[in-house]
């Protein structure tokens, strides 16, 4: 994607926080604090829990704003005990939060298993956020560039180009989430132009 026509794209992922009430409540809120300033906003999406979602669509539905979630399973069919790609289309939601490192590191999901939920989010018509990051262990090891080498490339392989142009690929360094640790906004931006790069080949 050229610079001229990449977006700013700010995302909220809620997690585990915030009843349906409360929800609605702090989307209405968001909402109303850009209401005036609707043509300079950046791609906004809120990801609430999915007990939530329904309730954020509604509340964002007359805003330039989008929903997703990040807890899904890729069977369209009631398989098994989890969320299904038709369900959360059918409440409203456009984006998916895929890799989240949270899924990565304690539910098991691979660079495989990224593949293949990035394949049935196409599928259903679900806009992909994809998250790649290393860990403070591959980071002290000089492997950063690397990893996410190897999570880009898992996670794009067999994607038609065309289906690659408007996802959004997330850098979300293990080390500094909830640790107390950030990355300085020039290393950030190092990464950023380096996954470009690797997209840009593939």
Same mark, same amino acid.
């Given at each position: 994607?050229? &610079?001229?026509?990449?977006?700013?794209?700010?995302?909220?992922?809620? /997690?585990?926080? /915030?009843?349906?009430?409360?929800?609605?409540?702090?989307?209405?809120?968001?909402?109303?604090?850009?209401?005036?300033?609707?043509?300079?906003?950046?791609?906004?999406?809120?990801?609430?829990?999915?007990?939530?979602?329904?309730?954020?669509?509604?509340?964002?539905?007359?805003?330039?704003?989008?929903?997703?979630?990040?807890?899904?399973?890729?069977?369209?069919?009631?398989?098994?005990?989890?969320?299904?790609?038709?369900?959360?289309?059918?409440?409203?939601?456009?984006?998916?939060?895929?890799?989240?490192?949270?899924?990565?590191?304690?539910?098991?999901?691979?660079?495989?298993?990224?593949?293949? /939920?990035?394949?049935?989010?196409?599928?259903? =018509?679900?806009?992909?956020?994809?998250?790649?990051?290393?860990?403070?262990? &591959?980071?002290?090891?000089?492997?950063?560039?690397? %990893?996410?080498? =190897?999570? %880009? &490339?898992?996670?794009?392989?067999?994607?038609?180009?065309?289906?690659? /142009?408007?996802?959004?690929?997330?850098?979300?360094?293990?080390?500094?989430?909830?640790?107390?640790?950030?990355?300085?906004?020039?290393?950030?931006? =190092?990464?950023?132009?380096?996954?470009?790069?690797?997209?840009?080949?593939?």
């Amino acid at each position: 994607m050229s &610079e001229q026509t990449r977006k700013d794209h700010y995302r909220g992922n809620w /997690k585990m926080h /915030k009843t349906r009430h409360k929800a609605r409540e702090l989307a209405e809120a968001v909402v109303a604090a850009v209401k005036h300033d609707h043509k300079n906003l950046p791609e906004i999406v809120l990801c609430p829990p999915f007990t939530a979602l329904y309730d954020v669509v509604q509340a964002v539905h007359t805003a330039p704003f989008q929903s997703g979630h990040r807890t899904w399973n890729i069977a369209p069919v009631d398989v098994y005990s989890e969320i299904s790609p038709t369900m959360l289309t059918d409440v409203g939601a456009t984006y998916v939060i895929i890799g989240h490192s949270e899924r990565r590191q304690y539910y098991n999901e691979t660079d495989k298993t990224v593949n293949l /939920k990035l394949k049935a989010a196409l599928e259903h =018509r679900l806009l992909p956020i994809v998250c790649v990051g290393e860990s403070l262990d &591959e980071r002290e090891k000089n492997e950063t560039d690397e %990893v996410l080498r =190897r999570q %880009v &490339e898992a996670a794009l392989a067999d994607i038609p180009e065309s289906d690659i /142009k408007p996802l959004v690929v997330a850098y979300e360094p293990i080390w500094a989430i909830g640790t107390g640790k950030s990355c300085e906004s020039v290393e950030a931006n =190092r990464v950023a132009k380096f996954i470009r790069s690797v997209i840009s080949i593939l």
